[in-house]
Nanobody, 126 residues
Framework: QVQLVESGGGLVQAGDSLRLACATSIDILSTFDMAWFRQVPGKEREFVAVITWTGAITDYAEFVKGRFTISKDSAKNMVYLRMKSLNSEDPAVYYC???????????????????WGQGTQVTVSS
């Protein structure tokens, strides 16, 4: 079965950086799209970034373009989210998500993802 475990969250100052990591239980990165979503209390889970199963395509929410970078290391079964210039809009629980890639379902919709991690908290202080 597929299991996803996030790590790397924590408390940082505004303007600082964090790298989140998602460890997968099995080798799925060559066939599954991998994404990051985030959620704050009282709000819907929102798309942050995705890297497709082919590795050829990445996409980002408008509010993180130029600041966040998604990457993967297939040899280590790891997906990363490098977060730079964190600001007051970024605190949230960040979730790793995965969906089977070849069907080509839209990557920005949480409902299309089959597997989710437990989340890791990111807090930003000013």
């Amino acid at each position: 079965q597929v299991q996803l475990v996030e790590s790397g969250g924590g408390l940082v100052q505004a303007g600082d950086s964090l790298r989140l990591a998602c460890a997968t239980s099995i080798d799925i990165l060559s066939t599954f799209d991998m994404a990051w979503f985030r959620q704050v209390p009282g709000k819907e889970r929102e798309f942050v970034a995705v890297i497709t199963w082919t590795g050829a395509i990445t996409d980002y929410a408008e509010f993180v373009k130029g600041r966040f970078t998604i990457s993967k290391d297939s040899a280590k079964n790891m997906v990363y989210l490098r977060m730079k210039s964190l600001n007051s809009e970024d605190p949230a629980v960040y979730y790793c998500a995965s969906k089977f890639g070849p069907p080509g379902a839209p990557t920005g919709s949480a409902t299309n993802y089959q597997y989710w991690g437990q989340g890791t908290q990111v807090t930003v202080s000013s």
